[in-house]
């Protein structure tokens, strides 16, 4: 027996407990030995308390809640639930800190998932998962401010970007350029721009008080500003000149296809003859919402299709009904990922775009949500996906067209200007 097991923080453990530990050492001993017997016989695979988890399987959305049955005991799942219990034993007898139960399993759960070694994974609790839907869907809790870190370093706080129209800010009077100093009397002006949103977003009351340093005035104010659940703008667009539009997507949520929409309809008012698409640090998002996106501008056929484990191919198409009849210039980079990835594959299998940029992330998998009775979620890898031409770009990305480096210290984007090049030269 190790002297470091007698003792815990200067405290001797009864006589009893030590018979207890030494029992639980030889009984690990034990199953150490039997592991090696198994291994001929048996694949190894995780199961006992953790059971419930080890048979799902999950889309990029919820489908439907999986309810799963009891597992049946091997003798690996036996060794694994033993294992679990003297771990849980020796917190009981050892451990000097605090101990939550349900903060255990939860990092069980998470545990188990973490051991597929899948960035992409996860494991979210009922809350998270809400939390989560809704960014996927769009929306967030907020007031409709933008802030960051002034420009120069006259004056205290942070600065506020831009307000959005018709959110809480804006009725409330909040102006671009005022500079926020506290939240609900908590001092911001030493603290980071996620810090603060945290504060904003995360504040227990649903109304809370901001107080701003508006340098026109010359003047301290408090405004009350209740939050609301608003959309997140995925998509801008302006006019470059009188004939170029220029439109960025920076995720692909619930609400991209109709606001790609009503940009799209905008540029065209304007006069738009040439189209330019920026995807450059699009992290992706939902499957459905860029093939939605990408319906308005492809000709009939093949988006995507996805082929799971067991070789089942499921393909989305378009129906051809709006092909986009103007030069289209998509500009890409080592950010590009996912969703933006099956955008930029079909426009350039189907060659109604010039691809401009830098390789692309070369995320080709698709993620599925499963919900567990208790309302938690698992998220696991399930498919591949492929270009319309059947390519497989995971782990590879999407060589461009024109390939055009931006370096870190280059102040022009070079990017932008090599794909308006492109576009003055098409007809």
Same mark, same amino acid.
């Given at each position: 027996?190790? @002297?470091?097991?007698?003792?815990?923080?200067?405290?001797?453990?009864?006589?009893?407990?030590? &018979?207890?530990?030494?029992?639980?050492?030889?009984?690990?001993?034990?199953?150490? &030995?039997?592991?090696?017997?198994?291994?001929?016989?048996?694949?190894?695979?995780?199961?006992? !308390?953790?059971?419930?988890?080890?048979?799902?399987?999950?889309?990029?959305?919820?489908?439907?809640?999986?309810?799963?049955?009891?597992?049946?005991?091997?003798?690996?799942?036996?060794?694994?639930?033993?294992?679990?219990?003297?771990?849980?034993?020796?917190?009981?007898?050892?451990?000097?800190?605090?101990?939550?139960?349900?903060?255990?399993? @939860?990092?069980?759960?998470?545990?188990?998932?973490?051991?597929?070694?899948?960035?992409?994974?996860?494991?979210?609790?009922?809350?998270?998962?809400?939390?989560?839907?809704?960014?996927?869907?769009?929306?967030?809790?907020?007031?409709?401010?933008? +802030?960051?870190?002034?420009?120069?370093?006259?004056?205290?706080?942070? @600065?506020?970007?831009?307000?959005?129209?018709?959110?809480?800010?804006?009725?409330?009077?909040?102006?671009?350029?005022?500079?926020?100093?506290?939240?609900?009397?908590?001092?911001?002006?030493?603290?980071?721009?996620?810090?603060?949103? !945290?504060?904003?977003?995360?504040?227990?009351?649903?109304? +809370?008080?901001?107080?701003?340093?508006?340098?026109?005035?010359?003047?301290?104010?408090?405004?009350?500003?209740?939050?609301?659940?608003?959309?997140?703008?995925?998509?801008?667009?302006?006019?470059?000149?009188?004939?170029?539009?220029?439109?960025? +997507?920076?995720?692909?949520?619930?609400?991209?296809?109709?606001?790609?929409?009503?940009?799209?309809?905008?540029?065209?008012?304007?006069?738009?003859?040439?189209?330019?698409?920026?995807?450059?640090?699009?992290?992706?998002?939902?499957?459905?919402?860029?093939?939605?996106?990408?319906?308005?501008?492809?000709?009939?056929?093949?988006?995507?299709?996805?082929?799971?484990?067991?070789?089942?191919?499921?393909?989305?198409?378009?129906?051809?009904?709006?092909?986009?009849?103007?030069?289209?210039?998509?500009?890409?980079?080592?950010?590009?990922?996912?969703?933006?990835?099956?955008?930029?594959?079909?426009?350039?299998?189907?060659?109604?775009?010039?691809?401009?940029?830098?390789?692309?992330?070369?995320?080709?998998?698709? $993620?599925?949500?499963?919900?567990?009775?208790?309302?938690?979620?698992?998220?696991?890898?399930? !498919?591949?996906?492929?270009?319309?031409?059947?390519?497989?770009?995971?782990?590879?990305?999407?060589?461009?067209?024109?390939?055009?480096? $931006?370096?870190?210290?280059?102040?022009?984007?070079?990017?932008?200007?090599?794909?308006?090049?492109?576009? !003055?030269?098409?007809?």
């Amino acid at each position: 027996m190790n @002297e470091e097991l007698k003792q815990t923080d200067g405290q001797e453990l009864s006589g009893e407990e030590l &018979r207890e530990l030494e029992n639980l050492q030889i009984l690990c001993g034990n199953k150490k &030995r039997e592991r090696k017997d198994l291994r001929k016989n048996i694949k190894p695979f995780l199961a006992g !308390a953790a059971a419930m988890l080890a048979v799902l399987a999950v889309v990029w959305l919820v489908k439907q809640t999986v309810w799963l049955p009891g597992a049946t005991d091997t003798p690996t799942s036996i060794q694994t639930d033993t294992k679990i219990r003297a771990i849980e034993r020796l917190i009981d007898m050892v451990y000097v800190g605090d101990k939550d139960e349900e903060a255990l399993a @939860e990092g069980m759960y998470r545990g188990l998932i973490s051991g597929l070694g899948d960035r992409y994974a996860d494991y979210y609790t009922e809350e998270e998962y809400e939390e989560l839907l809704s960014s996927q869907e769009g929306y967030y809790e907020g007031v409709g401010i933008t +802030i960051g870190v002034p420009e120069t370093d006259a004056g205290e706080g942070l @600065e506020i970007i831009e307000v959005k129209e018709d959110s809480p800010a804006a009725k409330a009077g909040i102006q671009a350029g005022d500079r926020l100093l506290a939240v609900n009397q908590t001092d911001v002006t030493g603290l980071t721009v996620t810090e603060t949103a !945290a504060l904003i977003r995360y504040a227990k009351e649903e109304t +809370i008080t901001l107080t701003l340093l508006r340098e026109s005035e010359d003047a301290q104010i408090s405004v009350e500003v209740t939050r609301e659940k608003l959309e997140t703008d995925t998509v801008a667009g302006k006019m470059l000149n009188d004939t170029d539009g220029y439109l960025a +997507i920076s995720q692909f949520t619930g609400l991209t296809s109709g606001q790609f929409q009503s940009v799209l309809e905008q540029l065209q008012e304007q006069g738009m003859q040439k189209l330019l698409i920026d995807l450059r640090g699009n992290p992706g998002g939902l499957l459905n919402a860029v093939c939605d996106t990408l319906r308005q501008i492809l000709p009939e056929g093949l988006i995507v299709y996805t082929e799971d484990k067991q070789g089942n191919r499921e393909e989305y198409t378009c129906e051809g009904e709006t092909p986009l009849s103007i030069p289209l210039v998509v500009l890409v980079d080592e950010n590009t990922a996912s969703a933006a990835e099956i955008f930029t594959g079909a426009v350039k299998d189907y060659g109604i775009g010039t691809i401009v940029g830098q390789q692309t992330f070369g995320k080709g998998i698709v $993620q599925d949500f499963y919900g567990l009775p208790d309302g938690s979620v698992v998220k696991l890898t399930v !498919a591949h996906y492929y270009t319309p031409k059947g390519n497989d770009i995971h782990g590879v990305g999407i060589e461009p067209d024109v390939d055009v480096e $931006q370096p870190k210290d280059e102040e022009n984007d070079l990017q932008l200007q090599k794909a308006l090049e492109i576009l !003055a030269a098409m007809e």
